[in-house]
């Protein structure tokens, strides 16, 4: 029986399957891209400002299962362990496999907002590690002009693509279930730095997305 799919910019879905609840947000239990890819990790971004949450994004963490042979040197972890350990979410952002993340507006902000944010994030990353020359700040300003026109309506997408085969991340926007536009980066320190935004454990930007993330993969390198 062939597998109904339902696609959408650079992602596929299996209709039907029972999706997963992240803040009362759908995710799919699995995306298609080169080949499925399952749910891996969740969470949310948010900020508190005088005693009230204020959630902007939820987040879906998409890896190819043979990440794990690459961890292999953590196996026993705990969860707790596993996310305070910056060297553990290094080693699965250099791992050559596809890593796809699903972002999912909250809060109702205007694109240029969330641009700048990324690109401050990465810029100082960059800048940390010396690694922030011409060619980083060209690739940035690229992502900044994409996402410069847009408004993040609530329930817009944003995805990232990170392919096993090459350096590269391949940026998606859709509000309103229709695609809207899509960026491929190929600076290669940009996109780690953006791998690190999101996946850099400690130093990440959601602390929910990278403990969470960090219980499955405990469980997993257990098996």
């Known amino acids: 029986m062939m597998e109904h799919l339902t696609c959408l910019f650079s ?3 299996a209709v039907g399957t029972e999706m997963v609840m992240v803040d009362e947000i759908p995710f799919p239990p699995q995306v298609r891209v080169s080949k499925p890819l399952p749910l891996l990790g969740h969470g949310i971004t948010d900020i508190e400002i005088h005693f009230l949450q204020i959630k902007f994004t939820a987040i879906g963490v998409y890896l190819d299962p043979e990440v794990v042979a690459h961890l292999q040197k953590w196996k026993g972890k705990t969860g707790a362990e596993l996310a305070e ?3 553990f979410f290094d080693s699965l952002i250099s791992a050559p496999v596809d890593k ?3 972002v999912v507006v909250i809060k109702e902000i205007k694109g240029s907002q969330y641009g700048v944010q990324l690109e401050s994030a990465v810029r100082d ?5 010396d690694k922030y ?6 690739a940035l300003e690229q992502i900044v002009e994409f996402f410069q026109s847009k408004y993040f309506k609530k329930d817009s997408v944003i995805t990232f693509t990170f392919p096993a085969t090459s350096a590269t991340v391949e940026i998606a926007f859709s509000t309103e279930g229709k695609e809207e536009s899509k960026l491929k980066v190929e600076n290669g320190n940009v996109v780690e730095m953006i791998q690190k935004w999101y996946l850099g454990g400690t130093r ?4 929910t997305t990278i403990s969470n993330l960090a219980t499955t993969l405990s469980a997993e390198l257990s098996k």
Do not use: I, N, Q, T
């Open 11 to 13: 992602e596929c879905f």
């Open 204 to 207: 990440g930007v959601s602390p």
């Open 100 to 102: 796809h993340l699903r």
């Open 133 to 138: 020359e011409e060619e980083e700040e060209a």
């Open 85 to 87: 350990d910056d060297d």
């Open 125 to 129: 990353r960059l800048a940390a590690d």
